[in-house]
T-cell receptor, first 114, second 111 residues
Framework: KAGVTQTPRYLIKTRGQQVTLSCSPISGHRSVSWYQQTPGQGLQFLFEYFSETQRNKGNFPGRFSGRQFSNSRSEMNVSTLELGDSALYLC?????????????FGPGTRLTVL | GQQLNQSPQSMFIQEGEDVSMNCTSSSIFNTWLWYKQEPGEGPVLLIALYKAGELTSNGRLTAQFGITRKDSFLNISASIPSDVGIYFCAGQRGNTGKLIFGQGTTLQVKP
């Protein structure tokens, strides 16, 4: 099976702009989660989507939003970019059934805000 | 945000040595996971633990889910240069997609 894919891999934006990142989960996986990774804060959970509905949300401002499509692909959007939003944004997918299962990560999108 | 306490923060060892790292939390988890991340890549799952007391191996890697459900450890035996990377523990409660991560252990192996 193909793994989790994320596009683009690298992105450079300026303060005040907005950005949309895309994630395609492993085939058959219905749950997609997003994480932000920075040297200072480490890996922090942003949100999880399952069957097109946001199921969990981390402690991030409303500038961070996401959505999931019927084919389980997901996008996350960051509006009014700040310098501190520079980070590696990781997407992870899992089957999302009734039993605890494990998440598989994509390679990430490296966002630099100038 | 919340993080798990992972130690040591970094290790520099000789090829062939065994490595041990651990993760502790003030609250319980239902699942413990261990990931490895290399530069420019996302974390890769190494071992998943679902039951308190569970001991699971994956090649030279062995991990255990602590009996109190508040800790886990990872051992790497006979380290090789390709073991270099950052190792993260992660805890999960229930059946959610929210993982709480440790700060990571950076492993360097000298040939």
């Amino acid at each position: 099976k193909a793994g989790v894919t994320q596009t683009p891999r690298y992105l450079i934006k300026t303060r005040g702009q907005q950005v949309t990142l895309s994630c395609s989960p492993i085939s058959g996986h219905r749950s997609v989660s997003w994480y932000q990774q920075t040297p200072g804060q480490g890996l922090q959970f942003l949100f999880e989507y399952f069957s097109e509905t946001q199921r969990n949300k981390g402690n991030f401002p409303g500038r961070f939003s996401g959505r999931q499509f019927s084919n389980s692909r997901s996008e996350m959007n960051v509006s009014t970019l700040e310098l501190g939003d520079s980070a590696l944004y990781l997407c992870a997918s899992r089957p999302g059934g009734s039993s605890p299962d494990t998440q598989y990560f994509g390679p990430g999108t490296r966002l630099t805000v100038l | 945000g919340q993080q798990l306490n992972q130690s040591p923060q970094s290790m520099f060892i000789q090829e062939g040595e065994d490595v041990s790292m651990n993760c502790t939390s003030s609250s319980i988890f239902n699942t413990w996971l261990w990931y490895k991340q290399e530069p420019g890549e996302g974390p890769v799952l190494l071992i998943a633990l679902y039951k308190a007391g569970e001991l699971t191996s994956n090649g030279r890697l062995t991990a255990q889910f602590g009996i109190t459900r508040k800790d886990s450890f990872l051992n790497i035996s006979a380290s090789i240069p390709s073991d270099v990377g950052i190792y993260f523990c992660a805890g999960q409660r229930g059946n959610t997609g929210k993982l709480i991560f440790g700060q990571g252990t950076t492993l360097q192996v000298k040939p």
